[in-house]
T-cell receptor
Framework: KAGVTQTPRYLIKTRGQQVTLSCSPI?????VSWYQQTPGQGLQFLFE???????NKGNFPGRFSGRQFSNSRSEMNVSTLELGDSALYLC??????????????FGEGSRLTVL | QQQVKQSPQSLIVQKGGISIINCAYE??????FPWYQQFPGKGPALLIA???DVSEKKEGRFTISFNKSAKQFSLHIMDSQPGDSATYFC???WGGGATNKLIFGTGTLLAVQP
């Protein structure tokens, strides 16, 4: 069974640009969430989607947005990039409900560098 | 109140020794406490998780101890192996794990020396 796939794996942008990151969850997983990982702030929750609806949102500015498609694939977008947005962006999928409720399966992340 | 405090920041253990990582929380609404393991260049992977109706859960060499009154939980790695060298994150959430919104600790970098 294929794991969570994130693209692109690495990207470099300049301040003011925008970026779109993509995530394909494990087949059958309907819940997708996004996390930002930085050395200073650790792992921070961005948002969670289930059946194309945002179910939870973290404390990030409105420049961070996301969406989920009918096939459960998800994208997140960051507009007007700032230097502080440089981070590893992790996507995680999960089964909503069932005996393994709560287990997140993470992808390997998209490493964004903002110059 | 939303924080999960994790210690130590880094840990060096000899092969065969016991690694112990501690976490503390304030929000009594938390009812699901997972531990994740992350290797360099990889995403975190669930190691073991506990709910507050039990005080201990063991899976192989990994044990979670949970103290509800003290609002603390810890991970014990018995017979630590060099392959266990990784960063470990404790986390907490509410809703019995039904939500993907986890509050993570700051991580512990574990090095197991051969």
């Amino acid at each position: 069974k294929a794991g969570v796939t994130q693209t692109p794996r690495y990207l470099i942008k300049t301040r003011g640009q925008q970026v779109t990151l993509s995530c394909s969850p494990i087949s059958g997983h309907r819940s997708v969430s996004w996390y930002q990982q930085t050395p200073g702030q650790g792992l921070q929750f961005l948002f969670e989607y289930f059946s194309e609806t945002q179910r939870n949102k973290g404390n990030f500015p409105g420049r961070f947005s996301g969406r989920q498609f009918s096939n459960s694939r998800s994208e997140m977008n960051v507009s007007t990039l700032e230097l502080g947005d440089s981070a590893l962006y992790l996507c995680a999928s999960s089964l909503a409900g069932g005996p393994r409720t709560g287990e997140l399966f993470f992808g390997e992340g998209s490493r964004l560098t903002v110059l | 109140q939303q924080q999960v405090k994790q210690s130590p920041q880094s840990l060096i253990v000899q092969k065969g020794g016991i690694s112990i990582i501690n976490c503390a929380y304030e929000n009594t609404a938390f009812d699901y406490f997972p531990w994740y393991q992350q290797f360099p260049g990889k995403g975190p992977a669930l190691l073991i998780a506990i709910r507050p109706d039990v005080s201990e859960k063991k899976e192989g060499r990994f044990t979670i101890s949970f103290n509800k009154s003290a609002k603390q939980f810890s991970l014990h790695i018995m017979d630590s192996q060099p392959g266990d060298s990784a960063t470990y994150f404790c986390a907490a959430s509410w809703g019995g794990g039904a939500t993907n919104k986890l509050i993570f600790g700051t991580g512990t970098l574990l090095a197991v020396q051969p």
